[in-house]
Antibody, heavy 120, light 108 residues
Framework: QVQLVQSGAEVKKPGASVKVSCKTS????????LQWVRQAPGQGLEWMGW????????KYAQKFQGRVTMTRDTSISTADMELSRVTSDDTAVYYC?????????????WGQGTMVTVSS | EIVLTQSPGTLSLSPGERATLSCRAS???????LAWYQQKPGQAPRLVIH???RRATGIPDRFSGSGSGTDFTLTISRLEPEDVAVYYC?????????FGQGTKLDIK
């Protein structure tokens, strides 16, 4: 079945970088865009950006421009999201999600989430 | 950037009642590029409605979506205890996405 399995929880110090991985299975990796969404504790969902696994093209939310990098490795059907210069405000659960083949671009499959904690 | 505003913030209803959740956009959302997600505590979000009115795979028919332009609605016709969750609307415009702040649905 279609699955997105994310890497494990991370604890980082302020100013460091964090990388979260999203391993996909059960479908053609290059056929669907992957999105990254985060959720701070007790807060709502915040869209971060997407990557086209086929071309490697990316689009980032303005808020994260210059701090986020999304990459993919087609040989292992995995996408990564790296966030640099983290602060306590970046403490959140980070999700990858597949954009389904809908005209609306809705996200039909989600990873289980990766908790990133930023603390000195 | 299109801003989505959801109301009410919290909705508390009894089993069997009808729930109506609203999502208003700061500018028109093109071609029904509006989706709704359900998020239960400790879980990832789950797609409920896409294209403003199309139920996602496996979603019961008591869930329905409607609306166009700037005003959209998610309706749950007969509440079940398992519908307790936070519901988020989401839009896509020019390959940029945004979410509403969510409506928390409680069952009395």
């Amino acid at each position: 079945q279609v699955q997105l399995v994310q890497s494990g929880a991370e604890v980082k110090k302020p100013g460091a970088s964090v990388k979260v991985s999203c391993k996909t299975s059960g479908y053609t990796f290059t056929g669907y865009f992957l999105q990254w969404v985060r959720q701070a504790p007790g807060q709502g969902l915040e869209w971060m950006g997407w990557i086209n696994p086929e071309s490697g093209a990316t689009k980032y939310a303005q808020k994260f421009q210059g701090r986020v990098t999304m990459t993919r490795d087609t040989s292992i059907s995995t996408a990564d999201m790296e966030l640099s210069r983290v602060t306590s405000d970046d403490t959140a659960v980070y999700y990858c999600a597949r954009r389904g083949n809908y005209k609306s671009g809705a996200f039909d499959i989600w990873g289980q989430g990766t908790m990133v904690t930023v603390s000195s | 950037e299109i801003v989505l505003t959801q109301s009410p913030g919290t909705l508390s209803l009894s089993p069997g009642e009808r729930a109506t959740l609203s999502c208003r956009a700061s500018q028109s959302v093109s071609s029904g590029n509006l989706a709704w997600y359900q998020q239960k505590p400790g879980q990832a979000p789950r797609l409920v409605i896409h294209g403003a009115s199309r139920r996602a795979t496996g979603i019961p028919d008591r869930f329905s979506g409607s609306g166009s332009g700037t005003d959209f609605t998610l309706t749950i016709s007969r509440l079940e205890p398992e519908d307790v969750a936070v519901y988020y609307c989401q839009q896509s415009d020019s390959s940029l996405y945004s979410f509403g702040q969510g409506t928390k649905l409680d069952i009395k």
